[in-house]
């Protein structure tokens, strides 16, 4: 139990939890009284979440996959949805050289290389915030994060030679961000988030680059929306790469795998 337990209020902290729109007030005030070190960190970090801070840049941590993943302030928060995307990057990745595109806090990486033994873990991410918290993410996993647009920043010697390529990319239309819950539009960088005209820009970039990095039966995973997907595949397909589809109902996730050929 947090040292902070007894000197503070918990229905309190429910009820101001609720009354600024927290849904689940309850699980937030234990979480928020089990990581504040003291009282006055505890009142802080209520003050920041009703105030709108997310609840993972209060806490400075997110659950992922069952790890703890590091989140700095301004850093896109990983998506529960989106372990959906780690479980299939996981399937494919059996001690393989595996890429981490547009990391953010570098979760997907993190979670592929905890499952995975002997995975040769790589990220990049354009927003230099996400690049240091995603650092310190895959250290203990040995990965390496470089910081850059897309496919630009890593090692040259990849070309040819990646098993898993994963991309948690942008994919929201650039209209339809306003219509996002405040903490994502407020806290999180644009960049993360922002997809272009129709969600899909980023996606096309990634997959028609990704036949050049890809190893001969080497895979790419996208996360998409279930709406998308149709227009998703088609770049996959446009690229060379074989399709599929899957999707988890319970988590509300779409993953679009393309297969590169193998060596005839």
């Known amino acids: ?9 918990k229905p309190v ?27 006055a ?8 979440r009703v105030a709108g801070l997310p609840l993972e840049h209060v806490l400075g941590w ?20 989106t ?14 050289t595996v890429v981490d595109l547009c990391c ?28 240091r918290c995603a650092r310190r993410n895959v250290a203990s996993a040995g990965g390496r994060v470089y910081e850059g647009d897309l496919y630009e920043p890593l090692p040259a010697a990849l070309r040819g030679h990646v098993d898993v390529l994963v991309a948690n990319v942008p994919y929201v239309p650039t209209g339809a961000i306003g219509l996002l819950p405040p903490e994502a539009r407020e806290h999180e960088p644009r960049v993360a988030l922002d997809g272009g005209a129709d969600g899909l820009a980023v996606q096309r970039r990634v997959a028609a680059a990704a036949p050049g990095w890809l190893a001969p039966g080497g895979h790419l995973l996208i996360e998409t929306s279930e709406r998308q997907a149709p227009r998703t595949a088609e770049a996959f397909t446009a690229a060379g790469l074989t399709v599929r589809v899957t999707s988890c109902e319970d988590l509300g996730a779409t993953v679009v795998i393309g297969t590169s050929p193998t060596k005839s």
Do not use: K, Q
Not at 66 to 75: A, E, N, T
């Open 62 to 81: 997110a659950e992922f996959c069952g790890l703890r993943i590091g989140v700095d302030p301004g850093v896109f928060v990983p998506r529960r949805r």
């Open 104 to 131: 953010g806090s570098g979760a997907v990486g993190a979670a592929v290389a905890a499952a995975v033994a002997g995975v040769e873990l790589h990220a990049a991410d354009i927003d230099p915030a996400a690049v």
């Open 13 to 39: 902290i429910v009820s101001r939890l609720r009354a600024a729109g927290c849904v689940f007030a309850e699980d937030e005030a234990g979480l928020l009284i089990s990581t504040a070190g003291t009282p």
């Open 83 to 96: 372990e959906f995307l780690a479980r299939e990057a996981v399937r494919v990745a059996a001690g393989r």
């Open 1 to 9: 139990m947090s040292r902070c337990a007894s000197s503070l209020d």
């Open 41 to 48: 960190e505890l009142a802080a970090m209520v003050e920041r």
